[in-house]
């Protein structure tokens, strides 16, 4: 293995952890702060005419205030399957349909509730820290098999501190995401 095969190892790692971290982007943008977000609704599949389509796919979803989310269906017959897909989903949200349009009212958050909040955020979290460390031993793994097939001792070394540097860069940065999510979640 030639020091080029270990940058791009390190190179792979690295972009493997980038993706860790958009995928933690993603899962905290599900959990509610208290904020009305059409992402919360990300995931929501809805029956459409027999087959699972996205619920961004089926209407428009819009945010009417802080606290409202309305989804404007583009056929009125599926204001029904739209609103079963969300009461399935179990996101805490009972779906209000008035026969034109369904509105979603997120109730103020209680202290308790931002807490539970603020604990699976800190899960999600921990589910990225735990990849970012996998794809890590992953890298060393194979910089210690390149060394074993004539890498010298200082270069595997070398990738090795580099590898650790940038696995640093990435935990720290999923505990400045948490940090971020946790304010807004507790901001009342």
Not at 16 to 37: P, V
Not at 96 to 101: A, F, K, V
Not at 131 to 159: F, M, P, T, V
Request: net charge negative; charged share 30%; aromatic share 2%.
């Amino acid at each position: 293995m030639s020091p080029e095969d270990v940058a791009l190892t390190i190179e792979l790692a690295e972009d493997s952890m980038k993706k860790a971290i958009s995928h933690l982007e993603t899962e905290l943008a599900k959990i509610r702060a208290g904020k009305a977000n059409p992402q919360m609704l990300d995931g929501i599949v809805v029956d459409y005419y027999g087959s699972p389509t996205p619920i961004n796919q089926v209407g428009n979803i819009s945010v009417m205030d802080a606290r409202t989310i309305s989804i404007q269906p583009w056929e009125k017959n599926m204001l029904q399957p739209i609103e079963r897909a969300i009461i399935a989903a179990n996101i805490g949200i009972n779906p209000q349909n008035d026969g034109l349009l369904i509105r979603l009212f997120l109730p103020p958050l209680t202290e308790e509730r931002r807490r539970e909040l603020v604990k699976r955020s800190q899960g999600e979290g921990e589910h990225c820290k735990v990849a970012i460390r996998n794809i890590r031993r992953d890298a060393i793994e194979s910089i210690k098999k390149a060394q074993k097939s004539g890498l010298s001792e200082d270069a595997a070394k070398d990738a090795e501190d580099e590898m650790q540097n940038i696995t640093n860069k990435y935990i720290s940065l999923v505990d400045k995401h948490l940090a971020s999510k946790e304010k807004d979640i507790m901001a009342v």
